[in-house]
């Protein structure tokens, strides 16, 4: 009723126009108001697949959790300036730490003498069974004896006043036993500190860590960050009158990838949309020349606000990685307004039965492109589910835009010549077989060349590093290792005494099991609950008051004979006797090991449960050890990147194979179902098969991995190169039009305009985007044109043979 009335005769063409303009107003309204409601993401959370049973995807968030992940860490390296120079000038630059940039994370209590003092405070929860021959033997008479004569010949040499305070609380040497509890941090890199600071083993390079309150996704706040640092930096070099030649001073931070990756971005876009912009005014020039064709160009923001609207119906939580590459893949919404002008341009003087020509073609192509896109829904990776989404109500949005506004939008276009031949010229049957052949040859070696290349699931990959950020991750590697290359045994529970007993029970298997692996936990100083009150009891029943008494007799009979102090050591066996709390995750972090726990206890929220990482080698051997059956055991969790890369390419592979696979079987069968006719369906899909494997082959012999954003621009591909094939051989079932070729080779060249210029971008995702459009839409349209009919002339040859 609506249609109708829109399309009367008593009005005028003008009040129709408006009528059509108010209702994209409309229509682009009710697109925006579910967008109201979205939240929207701009990590890369939305491209992992969620894996079996959710695998995948708990381990990409349990990396998040990796020691120091979320830190800022600054290191300042020279070899030409003293140990106490660098210590100055960090005292400066620390000094100049404000919020929200940088808030200095002080380590100050991590000392060999707080250390000492916090694991002899703590050693009645740490006394463990093994432990009791090893307190007899050092309380022993003969043990105490060379003990002290140890500690008189350190107190008389040149470290006396460096260790007078740890032999007097430690007279005994209880240390060695307890400061084995902490003996896999020597897997750590070696490091020295000098009050707050941290010096590498040769002080060459002072490391600073620190926390910021700008989000590492905040690409303005990052700039403003990095722009602090950089002031700072220079005013803490000018203050002790030195240079960037002689003190290098580096930052490490989530910050740093995410503003050199929106900065290449914007600088892509700019050239970019130069560029495009360009081509597109060129084209227009060329091919248009009309007023009338500019109503074409809104195609894509039609569809853009369709495929917006949709997806904000269906996903609360958009990720805007989506919205950007689903922008870029909507290129083929602008092909259906350009067969329509250019139909409308045959038939100027009739431009219903214009539309009549054209609407099965542009319908078939529409469904194609629809089918293309929308076995993307079958992905395991929330964004390419978003994106299928987002893609078919585009299109759906681009095809009714074409045949019910381009018609009344363009009220003038040039008219076209009809004495252009409806097809080419019959050239001889030899000439036609050899295309053929050269068909086949370039079909059958391109997929086997294709088969060769790999798929690249390395997430940094993905974005863009500078050579400025390698240089900055080589010197934090050379000065500090990298802790990114262990893995993580997490040991996880709903309240602390659950993770601890899960943890407790992860180091007696790795002390039975894997002995000479270089694991870090934590368990040794952080028993359980249940395990601290075992190792109370047993600590009290073993110093009892006739045991204090008798180490108190010995220790004054034998310090005598060296002339020690009366009663020195009194105070520090009476504190043996002293009542103690159990130790915690919130008290372990304000002590001396609070970088301990701040390493291998990621802080969580109240509702999230507690998380203790034990660091393990990524080795073969660890994560073939930690099997699926053992992880169930132990109630742990291993995450280990190595692991990590192999589970998302395998899932990836399969996931990608899946929706590609089943997007080319649908538009197989749709080509099927549409022609009802073996010959022209498979001429059809052709060009849509040439571009594809081009894409494939092309980037294999150019040694360049296939990634996600190489696979999730084949539907456009294939939707384009289906909609080429359907055009051309629609050619057969009813009469021609002569624009067809031309709209065909028009909408082919605004893709490559539009999107094809992607390649020249920097960043590797919108490279891969580009890459994957410029090749397989250049050669699905040089299909179309050079091969295609030929293939097409050579059927209609020989039938005309035949009846002669």
Not at 493 to 516: H, P, R
């Amino acid at each position: 009723m609506i249609l109708s009335i829109f399309t009367s005769k008593n009005y005028s063409k003008k009040h129709t126009q408006i009528r059509y303009v108010l209702f994209l107003i409309l229509f682009v309204i009710l697109c925006v108001l579910p967008l109201r409601s979205v939240s929207f993401r701009e990590d890369i959370s939305a491209m992992i697949p969620a894996g079996t049973d959710g695998r995948i995807k708990e381990d990409f968030t349990l990396l998040q959790k990796a020691p120091l992940s979320g830190s800022v860490l600054i290191t300042l390296q020279s070899k030409k300036v003293t140990p106490e120079q660098l210590i100055n000038v960090a005292k400066s630059l620390s000094s100049r730490f404000k919020p929200p940039y940088f808030i200095l994370q002080d380590y100050s209590k991590t000392t060999p003498q707080s250390i000492i003092d916090y694991l002899l405070t703590q050693a009645p929860n740490l006394t463990t069974e093994a432990d009791l021959k090893n307190l007899e033997e050092l309380t022993s008479p003969n043990t105490v004896a060379a003990t002290l004569k140890i500690n008189k010949h350190q107190l008389i040499s040149p470290i006396g006043i460096g260790v007078k305070k740890i032999i007097v609380s430690d007279p005994l040497n209880l240390r060695s036993l307890y400061l084995k509890k902490i003996a896999s941090l020597r897997f750590l890199p070696h490091f020295n500190t000098k009050g707050q600071h941290i010096l590498n083993n040769d002080q060459t390079a002072l490391l600073l860590i620190a926390k910021s309150q700008i989000p590492m996704t905040d690409s303005n706040g990052g700039e403003k960050l990095l722009s602090n640092f950089k002031q700072i930096s220079h005013s803490a070099l000018a203050e002790n009158n030195l240079k960037s030649s002689d003190i290098s001073i580096s930052l490490l931070s989530g910050h740093i990838y995410t503003v050199a990756n929106a900065s290449i971005i914007k600088n892509d876009l700019t050239t970019i949309s130069i560029v495009s912009a360009v081509a597109l005014i060129i084209l227009f020039l060329f091919s248009f020349r009309h007023v009338g064709a500019l109503a074409i160009f809104l195609a894509p923001g039609i569809a853009i606000m369709a495929g917006l609207g949709s997806t904000a119906i269906f996903f609360p939580n958009m990720s805007t990685i989506v919205i950007g590459f689903g922008s870029i893949l909507m290129g083929v919404s602008i092909d259906f307004a350009i067969h329509t002008y250019f139909a409308l341009a045959d038939r100027h003087d009739d431009p219903k039965q214009a539309v009549r020509n054209i609407k099965f073609p542009i319908l078939y192509g529409a469904a194609t492109s629809c089918v293309a896109f929308g076995a993307l829904y079958i992905s395991g990776i929330p964004g390419i589910k978003q994106l299928a989404v987002f893609s078919v109500a585009g299109i759906i949005a681009a095809c009714s835009y074409a045949l019910l506004f381009i018609p009344n939008f363009c009220c003038s276009s040039p008219s076209i010549s009809q004495n252009t031949p409806p097809r080419l010229e019959s050239k001889k049957r030899g000439s036609k077989k050899i295309t053929l052949i050269i068909s086949a040859i370039l079909i059958i070696s391109g997929s086997i060349i294709a088969l060769s290349n790999c798929f690249d699931t390395e997430l940094k990959h993905l974005g863009y590093i500078s050579e400025n950020i390698h240089n900055t991750e080589k010197i934090f590697t050379d000065s500090w290792g990298d802790l990114r290359g262990h893995s993580l045994l997490f040991a996880s529970g709903s309240t602390q005494q659950e993770a601890l007993q899960k943890n407790t029970k992860v180091w007696a298997d790795i002390t039975k099991n894997l002995q000479n692996e270089k694991a870090i936990n934590i368990s040794q100083v952080l028993p359980d609950y249940q395990a601290q009150q075992e190792n109370f009891s047993r600590w009290r029943k073993f110093w009892n008051n006739n045991k204090i008494n008798e180490t108190k007799a010995i220790l004054q009979k034998e310090g005598a004979k060296l002339h020690f102090a009366p009663k020195i050591f009194d105070s520090s066996i009476k504190k043996l006797s002293n009542p103690i709390v159990p130790e915690s995750i919130q008290s372990m972090r304000s002590s001396s090991l609070g970088f301990l726990a701040e390493m291998l206890i990621p802080k969580t929220s109240y509702q999230e449960h507690v998380n203790i990482i034990t660091l393990l080698p990524d080795t073969e051997r660890i994560i073939k050890y930690y099997t699926p059956q053992k992880e169930k055991l132990l109630g742990v969790r291993l995450v280990a990147q190595s692991k990590f890369k192999q589970a998302l390419e395998f899932e990836m592979e399969k996931d990608i194979l899946r929706f590609i696979g089943l997007s080319g079987v649908l538009v197989i069968i749709l080509i099927l179902l549409l022609f009802k006719n073996i010959r022209r369906a498979t001429l059809a899909i052709f060009p849509a098969i040439f571009g594809v494997i081009s894409t494939f082959s092309l980037l294999s012999i150019l040694n360049i991995p296939l990634n996600i954003f190489h696979i999730i621009a084949l539907p456009l591909v294939i939707g384009l190169g289906a909609d080429y094939g359907i055009f051309m051989v629609f050619q057969e079932v009813k009469e021609t039009t002569p624009s067809t070729l031309k709209a065909v080779r028009i909408s082919g060249l605004t893709t490559l305009a539009g999107f094809g210029v992607l390649v020249l971008a920097k960043h590797p995702s919108l490279n891969s985007l580009g890459a994957t459009v410029a090749i397989g839409i250049s050669s699905a349209l040089l299909c179309a044109i050079f091969i295609l009919p030929r293939l097409l002339n050579l059927h209609y040859t020989s039938n005309q043979s035949k009846e002669t």
